[in-house]
């Protein structure tokens, strides 16, 4: 059956009528939403990288942040949303900036649980450019929270990822996290 049918199928159990017109071409539009919104399970992360690593002599740490994100949360098929703070320490090569935000998305653009992808997006990173360390901050809003059960519109859900000199050097750590969350 397909996605279209399904939807079609959903809104008759919902006890709407799928040929109304504010619903008549909802299947098509949903089925496409979707799609989009679960791109990244059919990506990889050297497709989206490609030619974008550098040999660089740097050592400092580089630091991306807020990485506007948008994800569906595998339990509830609703959206949690919010921003990534990556920060690595090369070891003789760098990544094009605009690559780590498409290694956001591969994992993001999924069903997906913010947890899990903190730690993908961290893994991916050292995998391509084996750094000295990596670090991932993500804080999400999940409409799973606030719109049903619990119904906590205010809060948000922040989850990190340490990895080489991150987690092992707590001067490393603190200056990351000090970049990220600055007072």
């Known amino acids: 059956m397909s996605i ?11 006890g709407e009528d799928p040929t109304r017109p504010g619903l008549q071409r909802t299947p098509e539009r949903v089925e496409a939403s979707l799609a989009e919104l679960t791109s990244g399970t059919h990506a990889s992360v050297a497709d989206v990288v490609g030619e974008g690593v550098f040999s660089e002599d740097c050592s400092e740490m580089v630091l991306v942040k807020d990485i506007e994100f948008y994800s569906l949360c595998e339990h509830h098929l609703l959206p949690f949303y919010g921003r990534i703070h990556v920060g690595y320490i090369p070891n003789k090569q760098i990544i094009g900036l605009s690559k780590i935000p498409r290694i956001v ?38 409409l799973c929270m606030m719109m049903r059960g619990v119904q906590k519109q205010n809060s948000s859900t922040m989850t990190s990822c340490l990895l080489g000199g991150f987690r092992s050097d707590a001067r490393t750590r603190a200056e990351f996290l000090g970049l990220v969350h600055p007072r």
């Open 4 to 14: 279209n049918a399904l939807i079609r199928e959903l809104l008759l159990q919902l």
């Open 105 to 142: 998305d591969v994992f993001a653009r999924r069903l997906q649980v913010q947890e899990r992808m903190t730690v993908q997006i961290a893994q991916a990173i050292e995998e391509v450019l084996e750094p000295k360390g990596v670090g991932v901050v993500a804080d999400a809003a999940h």
